[in-house]
């Protein structure tokens, strides 16, 4: 069975620092890799999307992330925080079959001012 | 400009009520329709989809049903809740099967069973 596994649940950061948020999936075919993000009181959106292609892969507020197949990894990463990054940031697979998502644990972002 | 509404936004009940949870999307046609529940430190959980009207997949057993009367319209339900019903359940739409398309989600119910 697809699953999807974020190493940190929560990460704590002073603005300006670098971020590196983990993702690793398991499933043997090809995958659609999201990064969703859930700002406090807001609806969870799409940050970004991989489907195929450049495996670096650019999304909203200068997010980033970068698929590498061999590590099943799709790390999400941003150059310098900002305290409105502060939110709550799911990692999902999407294997097929009725478009159904596969999420990971989630890693809650605190961005202190 | 398509919207999903849920409702209500917070609900409390006891242990073995009813429930029913509903989720209605505007501005399309023939969505994709998925349930969540998010428990915390668990992510969010898959719990139904559906595809069209009345058909509908479940992903988890559990106490929990789900019916889709309407084709923009999709219902979570229980005969009895348990405590470990309580949750954010979320609804999201998307339009096709493709696993190319994203998911556009609902505010949420906060759900707690007491």
């Known amino acids: 069975a697809q699953s999807v596994s974020q190493h940190n649940h929560h990460v704590i950061l002073s603005e300006a620092a670098s971020l590196e948020l983990g993702c690793n999936y398991s499933?043997?075919?090809?995958?659609?890799l999201f990064w969703y993000v859930q700002y406090p009181g807001q609806h969870l959106q799409l940050l970004l999307k991989?489907?195929?292609?450049?495996?670096l892969v650019k999304g909203i507020k200068g997010f980033e992330a970068e698929f590498i197949k061999s590590k099943f990894s799709f790390n999400l990463r941003k150059p310098s925080v900002q305290w409105s990054d502060t939110a709550e940031y799911f990692c999902?697979?999407?294997?097929?079959?009725?478009?159904?998502?596969?999420f990971g644990q989630g890693t809650e972002l605190s961005v202190k001012p | 400009s398509q919207t999903i509404h849920q409702w209500p936004a917070t609900l409390v009940q006891p242990v073995g009520s009813p429930l029913s949870l509903e989720c209605t999307v505007e501005?399309?046609?023939?969505?994709?329709l998925y349930w969540y529940r998010q428990a915390a430190g668990r992510g969010l959980q898959l719990l139904f989809y559906?595809?069209?009207?009345?058909?509908i997949s479940s992903e988890v057993p559990q106490n929990l049903s789900a019916s889709r009367p309407q084709d923009r319209q999709f219902i979570l339900s229980s005969k009895k809740l348990l405590l470990s019903d309580s949750g954010f359940y979320l609804c999201?739409?998307?339009?096709?099967?493709?696993?190319?398309?994203?998911?556009?989600f609902g505010p949420g119910t906060r759900l707690t069973v007491l």
């Open positions: 559906s595809v069209g009207i009345g058909q």
């Open positions: 501005g399309t046609s023939n969505p994709n």
């Open positions: 999902a697979v999407n294997a097929g079959q009725g478009g159904k998502l596969i």
């Open positions: 499933y043997g075919g090809t995958v659609n």
């Open positions: 999201a739409w998307t339009t096709g099967t493709s696993s190319y398309n994203e998911q556009f």
């Open positions: 991989y489907f195929s292609g450049d495996p």
